[in-house]
């Protein structure tokens, strides 16, 4: 997700998430112009075995 989505963020936050890594965003197709600011990138993992459990209704 992006640093700035923070709806995103709050999201993943409420479901235990925490960030693990951040990166720069890479260009779309590899075009700068394509890309506004120097956005990054954040990835979300679950500590251990908290990760919410998916409901199938059965």
Known sequence: MLEQNTAARQFYRAL???CVEKAPVPPPGGVPARLH?????????WPGTSFP???TGR
């Open 16 to 18: 235990g998430g925490i």
């Open 37 to 45: 600011g120097a956005p990054d990138m954040l990835r979300v993992a």
């Open 53 to 55: 459990a998916r409901r």
